[in-house]
């Protein structure tokens, strides 16, 4: 079997390391800066560059490299790769595509449920004013909603909009879907004592969705233009709630802002940003926004499954 000279280079979990070491491949797990990418990719013969979504593998650094046969995303969206002009060089390009979609279904449910129980502004809160304003406090979050019984809409169904409908049906939600390309989905829920429970889900239009969910979440790829807009925030019911997990500028960041404003949502929650890494104050400090730091896949299970995944693939390069 052939022997590779791969580089991580934006991470890896520590299993796979040691798999693909043990295998018998020279594995760096260093970080190289863009600048220092091409020379070190070329001086040590690496092979088989693996990145996440902080290392931009684009055009120059195409021409640039001599010995690579193959990028590996670890993760799902491709857009920090130029994998056409990457195959038209003949470098094969590999993802993880379901590794982390149960992470991302997980974080967003996290983000739903606090945001029905404003646990996103009780926690900025209660460190300034818990100890002083404990009761202001207590009648400022006692309106909470529950989410059983509300309805989930879920706008793209693929692999993470089907683990999030799962995980609500889980919660006895209703879940209205969308997704033009796909009609049907049979979603199985596998419970701790060996059941299983089937569900039938088929999807409706987004008109559908907008109008009648409590909370809408998306899992789109990225887009030219935003799924959510204006127009769309304007179909939906008062009061619901927008969930942004998918990618940056899916959702327009300024009409979000000005329907939480206006009070036509009444929260929303952000894990991706239009502007990554540096998104705008406004944003950060929005009391009705729940956000995190495009950290959907970032779990240590979601790190192991795409380890293993890199790990097969690896192996199977050559074959
Ligand atoms: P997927 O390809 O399995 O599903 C995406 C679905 O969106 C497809 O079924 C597609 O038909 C549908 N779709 C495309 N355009 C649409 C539109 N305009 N309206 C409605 N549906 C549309 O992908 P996935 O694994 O479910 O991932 C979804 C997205 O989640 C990824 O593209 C990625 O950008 C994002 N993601 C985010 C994180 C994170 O850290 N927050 C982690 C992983 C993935």
Redesign the pocket.
Known sequence: MAQHHILANDGLAGSAREALEKAGHTVYTRKIEPENLADFINDKNIDVLIVRSATKVRKDLLDKVKPLKMIIRA???LDNIDVDYAKQKGILVRNT?AA??HS?AE?VMAHLLCGVRFLHDANREMPLRGDTAFKELKKKYSKGREVKGKTLGI???????REVAKMAIGLEMKVLA?????KEADLTLHFFDGQTATFHIQTVS?EEVLRNADFITL?????DKP?IGEEEINMMKDGAAIIN???GGVVDEVALYKALEKGKLSFAAL??FADEPTPPVQLLMYPKLSLSP?????TVEAQERIGEEIVGIVQNMDN
């Open positions: 993760g799902v969206g595509p982390s979609s991302v974080l706008i793209g169904f693929g692999r993470i909009g969308h997704d033009p390309y796909i987004k899992h789109v790829p990225a887009q799924v997990a998918a990618r894990d991706v495009h950290i959907g896949a970032s």
